[in-house]
């Protein structure tokens, strides 16, 4: 079935507002084995909502539609509905009743002339109800098409889409094919490498295809099956998968929708160790993305960020002749920050970080991107020196990135 | 002008990842008076590419397309782009070189052979050169339609627009209006007050108009003048702003691209002085925002993460009573924590988060949001209660940002 969507908006025309309804319909729909082929945006005019509509009634089985369906002037979805099938636009009383009603419960919005334009339907079409907002949808059959109009209010159109409009399109979907994925999220290697190392997994004359997404810094691989039902597609994601976790060891630190910093926090649970963290250039972020996790002071005891040098003497008990001798950018500093962090906080894993994120304080032998990361445990003190490549904002990102992953790491062992 | 954007890629079909692209060519091409028609998005299937190029090129003057030109085999726009118009795809040497160069440059990137098909191009069209990736860009003219192909990385992909596509397409359009416009950045009331302080202001028929976006937490208020010349326009432009900026008063922390890490640091270098923080709440977050800024080691000494108890007594020097009777949140002890480190520090400013982020320990009387802020200097420490609502992160954002906002309302007075 050739589904296509289309949102109407100048606010998403303009870039005022990202469209984030065509993701959560794709999202939805794959869910149940559908795809969407084409998805297209156009403003508030109503030449460019007809001529959409009729390219993609042209093109599709089904047309979802999100947006203009509102009380105000600029809402011209119906009318548009309306011209581009051959229909009149009239009073729905069931659709007026609602508006009506929904106008009473909904605060701070008055009962005005403009409450039944929101009532004005084609004719030959069938409601959709709204059980969250004032706009009803409508949805209508034209040369072979079926097209489902919702107001563009992601939560109102969220619970329309499921209770009224996928339920109707599979009802009509002759013996759908059944659809799974499984994703693997990927840390350290570049995209072409990834695909390398996924060579011949894809299938896709077998139903099996492979997506590689690049989401800075980290990689998202998406395997979806394809098949006539979901015992089949299970059994061939399943082959594939460990195939590609196998091919990718421990450069995946995650799988589906963990991030790095949940796959962190996980480990330091089941280890029942504590950190503190020591930072310079990363100027907090590493402390931050722990305490974005929910429980991190389970065994997050501190976090230092140490700009000064005054500070790194102080508060990590740093012998002032290393400052002086090797500089606070130094593998010298970075692991003496990290035994100073552990030992005064007391916990069981310390980690320091100091480099230059640039643009100022650079040099010949110290370029912006130069990093020293140094993990100190109760087996050891290890000391990194990285140099990243890109801006300020990236060189501390994959700063955070890369501590994290080192945090991973180690726990896997321990 | 008609133009379009086309974005492809599975991801974006798929509902995988939000299509942020094109809404930023959206907005960057209408503060050059560029409006774009339609909007359309299809997944890797070259298909289904050819199809959307055929169809925009049909009712365009100018199609932006973005995605696909990556190095792995799902990135087919080049291929289909010289399928739908007729061209062959040959190896270009200029960006042959140009991915050799960037290869090396970028790290963990290897030249493979996959690097050559970033090379192809298709014949009888001209690069868009790429200052931040491997992927050039290129750009044709076919049946009277520019076709601009850029890479799908945002970062990659607003420099070449800025830099080449947007140049490329404004010399060639006809007497176009002059647009100014003007951006206020607003902190503290909601999208109603703002609404209402800026109430008649706007004068659609006289080319200016309003925008308020809400880019949580904060408003931006865009002004957009419309006249025949470039004088009239700075001149509409100029009235409104003026007014505006007198009915927002110090809401309104920044105009333009500024962001309130930008306008905090830009009064630190003002007033010479220096700062220290203690974060509990929000985990690093304010160290991280404030160290966001480069040359922030001018006036920033250190950030503390003081999650545990033992690491406020310890490096704040805070009473073991005033923990034991007022608790670790509380008014008693955040302003205990911004004079300790103000102290220790020796910072002219001390600022200090305390609070509750949820969803653990919440109580009765300090449910999830309650954050105490307190900010210590050489005329006095204040204190605040604050009740955020919101998700963890929601809070601890706006933690961050009232903390900032203080400290810019406290430099503008000193």
């Known amino acids: 079935m050739r589904i296509s969507t289309l949102s109407i908006g100048d606010e998403l025309i303009c870039g005022e507002v990202t469209d984030t309804n065509a993701g959560t319909i794709a999202a939805t729909l794959l869910n149940e084995g559908l795809r969407i082929q084409r998805h297209l945006a156009v403003g508030d005019n109503e030449q460019d909502i007809i001529g959409a509509l009729n390219d993609l009634g042209r093109i599709s089985d089904a047309v979802i539609i999100t947006g ?66 004032t706009a009803c949808g409508f949805h209508l059959m ?6 489902f109009f919702m107001p563009g209010v992601p939560s109102e159109m969220l619970a329309m889409l499921k209770e009224t409009v996928i339920p109707f399109i599979t009802a009509r979907v002759p013996q759908k094919r059944s659809i799974r994925s499984f994703t693997l999220n990927i840390f350290g290697p570049c995209e072409a490498e990834v695909d390398e190392l996924l060579l011949g997994i894809a299938k896709p004359e077998h139903g099996l295809t492979l997506g590689i997404c690049v989401t800075f810094p980290s990689i998202r691989v998406t395997l979806r099956a394809e098949a006539e039902n979901p015992e089949a597609a299970t059994g061939l994601l399943q082959a594939a998968s460990d195939l590609a976790i196998e091919r990718l060891k421990d450069y995946c630190y995650s799988t589906g929708e963990t991030g790095m910093d949940e796959a962190v926090a996980a480990l330091f649970r089941e280890n029942s160790m504590t950190l503190s963290l020591a930072e310079s250039c990363s100027g907090g972020l590493i402390s931050k993305r722990i305490t974005d996790i929910p429980g991190s002071s389970g065994y997050f005891l501190e976090g230092l960020v ?16 290393i400052l002086n001798r090797y500089g606070a950018v130094s593998s010298e500093c970075a692991s003496a920050m990290a035994k100073g962090v552990r030992k005064c906080s007391g916990a069981d894993i310390g980690l320091a970080v100091t480099g230059i994120a640039g643009p100022n304080g650079v040099s010949e032998e110290k370029p912006a991107g130069t990093v020293f990361i140094s993990l100190a445990a109760s087996d050891g003190c290890w000391t990194k020196r990285f140099q990243f490549n890109g801006n300020r904002d990236e060189i501390r990102t994959l700063t955070a990135w890369t501590s994290l992953d080192w945090l991973r790491r180690y726990l896997l062992k321990h």
Chains 1, 2 share one sequence.
């Open 68 to 133: 203009g369906l509102g009380p105000t002037a600029d809402d011209m979805t119906s009318r548009a509905a309306a011209r581009s099938t051959g229909r009149r636009l009239i009073i729905n009383e069931v659709a007026r009743n609602h508006v009506r009603r929904m106008s009473e419960k909904l605060e701070n919005l008055i009962v005005c002339p403009l409450g039944d334009k929101q009532a004005m339907i084609p004719t030959k079409s069938a409601l959709i109800p709204n059980p969250n907002g």
């Open 142 to 147: 034209h040369n072979g098409c079926f097209m």
């Open 306 to 321: 140490t700009y000064s040098n005054s500070a790194k003497t102080r508060l990590l008990e740093i012998d002032t002749d």
